[in-house]
């Protein structure tokens, strides 16, 4: 069997993808958003392609209200080539949040609970900037195997939501976020948080949906 590559830095691979930016429609994007407290609000969708090594192809999606700077949500979707798995997770510290999200690039990030280590999937993290309350998560399958990884366990969605001002951050905003991200596999689009016993919202398969 071909040995499976492993994948480490994914900083590495956001920043060589950047170099193939391009904005796509809601009914291109691999990703789709639908963001508590930012749901009017339409989010912009971007393909980067894949990086120099051709072992991660990344998709993202944003939205942010301008009127209140601190409200956003800002999500990466990576996913390796077959017979590649993720070994790791990303950091999900002040230094990633600097170097990930370009609003943040400036400012003073202080992680309040850092996210435990990484394990089978899900991971989040709290931070504060410029007084917002804000979470850090990643929904990655991370693993030593040595099998052929599934299309679900090759998919990572790691990303940062800071809520409007007088909104608590609390567990259960966080789990709205996490079930508000979208992915499509296989050519059908379906919640990147696994376990959610909800139908897709309408308006997300309506606007997912490609014409022609």
Same mark, same amino acid.
């Given at each position: 069997m071909r040995p499976l590559v492993v994948l480490i830095a994914v900083l590495l691979c956001l920043s060589a993808a950047h170099a193939q930016e391009k904005r796509v429609s809601v009914q291109e994007s691999r990703?789709? @958003?639908l963001a508590p407290y930012l749901e009017d609000v +339409?989010? %912009?969708y971007q393909h980067f392609g894949w990086n120099a090594r051709a072992s991660v192809e990344t998709a993202y999606a944003g939205v942010a209200r301008q009127n209140v700077p601190a409200s956003r949500a800002q999500v990466y979707l990576l996913q390796t080539a077959p017979l590649t798995y993720w070994r790791s997770g990303s950091a999900l510290d002040e230094a990633w949040v600097r170097a990930t999200f370009s609003y943040f690039k400036d400012k003073a990030v202080q992680v309040m609970a850092p996210a435990p280590s990484p394990g089978p999937f899900l991971r989040v +993290? =709290?931070?504060e900037v410029d007084g917002a309350k804000c979470a850090a998560f990643e929904l990655r399958h991370v693993t030593n195997d040595t099998g052929t990884? %599934? !299309?679900e366990q090759r998919q990572s969605v790691s990303g940062i939501y800071c809520p409007p001002t007088g !909104? /608590? @951050?609390d567990d259960a905003l966080i789990r =709205? !976020? @996490?079930e508000g991200i979208f992915v =499509? $596999?296989?050519? $059908? !689009?379906e919640r990147a948080l696994s376990g959610v016993d909800k139908p897709i919202p309408p308006d997300i398969l309506r606007a /997912?949906? =490609?014409?022609g």
């Open positions: 990703i789709l @958003l +339409a989010p %912009t +993290a =709290r931070f990884p %599934t !299309v !909104v /608590a @951050l =709205r !976020v @996490l =499509r $596999r296989d050519g $059908r !689009v /997912a949906q =490609r014409q």
